[in-house]
């Protein structure tokens, strides 16, 4: 069975910094899909970035990328020049290729301080 | 133009009861689905239906019954509450292959007193 990880329960980052979220996981898949989700207080769940693991290439939406390393089963998340808006939990996510069954981490929750 | 809809947003109701959350898409997907989100906010898939058939069923208790009338709705309905039955639950849908993410419904937050 798939198991993602999120290592970090909690992070804070200062408006306008930079700060990364961690995110490893566990398949023996070569062909997967992996989704950051980010749920703010209004527990609206918004698709934040998405990464097909047979893309080398590394996912980028404006101030949101990530770092994809296969052979690592990393897919950490990056956020630049941080928001007050950018506070939420963020989860990340894995799903097999042509499946439906999404497997979640637990989630970290982000504080970005004025 | 609300792509997943769900209604109610709040739920508050007695043990015992017998209640229904809906849930719609305007995405033209063909599969939708229902987690639960508990107090500590981890996510876990209840059900999926692909084209009105069940794909997924994760161990979920049988007072839990999704109905899915067309691709475009899939209902959740919950006999006999409990206590533990309290969570967030959420819709979700996406296109059959799965390739693409899946879009997520606002959340209806039932609570079983």
């Known amino acids: 069975a798939q198991t993602v990880t999120q290592s970090q329960p909690e992070m804070s980052v200062q408006e306008a910094e930079t700060v990364t979220l961690s995110c490893t996981y566990d398949?023996?898949?070569?062909?997967?899909?992996l989704f950051w989700y980010k749920q703010p207080p209004s527990r609206q769940m918004i698709l934040v970035i998405r990464q097909e693991a047979y893309k080398q290439q590394n996912a980028t939406e404006n101030r949101f990328s990530v770092n994809f390393q296969k052979a690592a089963k990393s897919f950490s998340l990056k956020i630049s020049d941080s928001q007050l808006g950018d506070t939420a939990m963020y989860f990340c996510?894995?799903?097999?290729?042509?499946?439906?069954?999404?497997?979640f981490g637990a989630g970290t929750r982000l504080t970005v301080k004025p | 133009d609300t792509a997943v809809s769900q209604t109610p947003k709040y739920l508050v109701t007695q043990m015992g009861n017998d209640k229904s959350i809906k849930c719609e898409q305007n995405?033209?997907?063909?599969?939708m689905y229902w987690y639960k989100q508990d107090s500590k906010k981890f996510l876990k898939i209840m059900f999926s239906y692909n084209n009105k058939e069940l794909i997924i069923n994760e161990t979920v208790p049988n007072r839990f019954s999704p109905k899915s009338p067309d691709k475009a709705h899939l209902n959740l309905h919950i006999n006999s509450l409990e206590l533990g039955d309290s969570a967030v639950y959420f819709c979700?849908?996406?296109?059959?292959?799965?390739?693409?993410?899946?879009?997520f419904g606002p959340g209806t937050r039932l609570t079983v007193l």
């Open positions: 398949t023996s898949e070569s062909n997967y899909y």
């Open positions: 996510a894995f799903i097999k290729y042509n499946n439906n069954d999404m497997r």
């Open positions: 979700a849908s996406s296109a059959q292959d799965g390739v693409v993410a899946q879009y």
């Open positions: 995405l033209g997907h063909d599969t």
